[in-house]
């Protein structure tokens, strides 16, 4: 019996998880949901896609509402494509139909017949440039998902140096005194469930569940929205949190 299996990832707490949930749902109606959050651009580590993976099997179906969400690393993204192709998982990627398994899969039954005579030497040429090209399709599409991860890192390091020549302080001044490991912990449930970062909290629910007071609570969730847009990233439009 064939079964589908959806996979969603986030990478930065400004995203929201559950649109990708929706898309696949949407086209997906009996997929079976593995979500993932905040995860680099590696493919290894991911325990949810770990678990997935092992799940899998051929005949299965893997849906995923981009090929980014499946890797933004280009080497790992078409290797882990090759190996569950390999293993007759058929994967679907909602953004990028031209890339699917079942459409790489009839690039390569696409051959254009021998005959027999001296002209099959340029025909097997042909086929094994119909197939080159298939497989090219797939490079470009993870090619392009790490591209954009890696035009972001330039924009933060230039908005960083921009930052720092024009003499405005970049990370902890010398001498100052946080609590470091508590402020860490509380941004993350901020990030994770604050209604304006995508979660689904109010601000003084949000305060309560991360252990800390409403000043302190809107100190590090103006640090956070600092540390967002000088990375170039926006609050989602959907913001509909308390009025600080």
């Known amino acids: 019996m064939q079964r589908i299996f959806g996979y969603c990832r986030i990478s930065r707490p400004t995203q929201n998880i559950e649109r990708q949930e929706r898309n696949i749902i949407k086209e997906y109606p009996t997929a079976r949901i593995y979500k993932e959050a905040y995860t680099g651009t590696k493919v290894q580590g991911r325990k949810e896609l770990d678990k997935l993976l092992k799940q899998a099997l051929s005949g299965d179906i893997i849906v995923f509402d981009s090929v980014s969400r499946m890797s933004r690393n280009a080497a790992e993204g078409v290797e882990l494509y090759m190996q569950l192709y390999d293993k007759g998982i058929e994967l679907v990627f909602l953004k990028e139909p031209h890339i699917n398994t079942e459409t790489y899969k009839q690039a390569l039954s696409r051959d254009v017949p021998l005959t027999g005579e001296d002209v099959d030497l340029i025909l097997q040429g042909v086929n094994a440039y119909l197939k080159r090209l298939a497989v090219r399709q797939i ?12 035009d972001l890192h330039q924009r933060t390091a230039e908005g960083i140096e921009t930052a720092r020549r024009n003499g405005k302080q970049i990370g902890q001044r010398k001498g100052a005194k946080l609590n470091v490991k508590k402020a860490a912990a509380a941004k993350k449930v901020i990030c994770t469930s604050c209604k304006t970062f995508g979660g689904t909290l109010t601000d003084e629910q949000c305060a309560a569940a991360a252990g800390v007071s409403r000043k302190t609570y809107y100190k590090y969730k103006a640090e956070l929205r600092s540390e967002f847009e000088s990375e170039g990233l926006q609050i989602p439009p959907n913001d509909v949190s308390e009025k600080e």
């Open 139 to 150: 490079e470009l599409a993870f090619g392009q998902a790490q591209k954009e991860v890696d």
